[in-house]
């Protein structure tokens, strides 16, 4: 358990990145599962409701809204409803694209530009649980677009900082396959080798949003997952 900013404890596997009345906000750990699946894993919602329920000694049920997803071996921002009337209204910004999310990703090969925005129709294959991009639209696609840039150049690496437009499965790691940037430690998308944690090397960094009940702007920032290429990627 660790103690955080308001004095409660903390399960040792929940980084809380900002919490109030309707919303929490928390840093999903490479091999955490948003929501239960076929695994039967204890997903990382189930894991917030026991924070919640330690923290104010609620006798029942906790409420809990899944608001949207990161892939299984990706870190980064998650952001949870805490009330039956922030639900909703965030479903409807997610949905509608009002929310600005930015990512990381650590790629073996530079991309061919600095910068740039790529634009792909992505075909979705359950079986496989893969995406594949293609350049122009097919039947049953979906398009797909984010921007890039290259915000630091490592030893053997690249860190790109990614401006999601869309938010397609897979999207992030299928669009940079697609032009030879393999994200570290991601083989199902062309990376020559797996990472030890079994996770790849894409991170939910930054997300703005408008608060469903304040209607401010508020942003959450999350600290990528301690190893030494995300350390290099933070230094200087």
């Not at 906000?25 to 894991?47: C, F, M, W, Y």
């Not at 437009?165 to 430690?185: N, V, Y």
Request: a positive charge; one cysteine or more.
């Amino acid at each position: 358990m660790s103690i955080n900013n308001n004095g409660h404890s903390t399960p040792a596997n929940l980084q809380v990145l900002f919490e109030d009345n309707h919303l929490i906000a928390v840093n999903k750990r490479v091999g955490d599962i948003v929501q239960g699946d076929k695994t039967r894993d204890a997903p990382l919602s189930e894991v917030v409701k026991q924070y919640l329920k330690a923290k104010y000694n609620k006798p029942g049920n906790v409420y809990l809204g899944v608001v949207h997803r990161l892939d299984r071996p990706t870190s980064g921002i998650v952001l949870f409803a805490k009330t039956s009337k922030a639900l909703p209204r965030l479903n409807k910004m997610f949905a509608e694209g009002e929310t600005k999310k930015t990512y990381w990703a650590v790629v073996k090969n530079a991309p061919p530009q600095e910068s740039g925005t790529l634009t792909h129709w992505l075909v979705r294959n359950p079986k496989q649980n893969k995406s594949y991009a293609h350049p122009k639209e097919v039947p049953n696609s979906k398009k797909a677009v984010l921007d890039y840039k290259v915000i630091k150049r490592l030893d053997s690496y690249f860190l790109l900082e990614i401006d999601l437009k869309t938010g397609r499965h897979h999207q992030i790691r299928a669009q940079l396959a697609s032009m030879g940037c393999f994200i570290k430690g991601d083989l199902k998308y062309g990376a020559d080798r797996s990472n030890k944690d079994g996770g790849i090397h894409l991170h939910a960094r930054n997300m703005t949003i408008v608060h469903p009940v304040k209607k401010e702007p508020i942003t959450f920032l999350a600290p990528p997952p301690e190893d030494p290429v995300w350390n290099a990627c933070l230094n200087g």
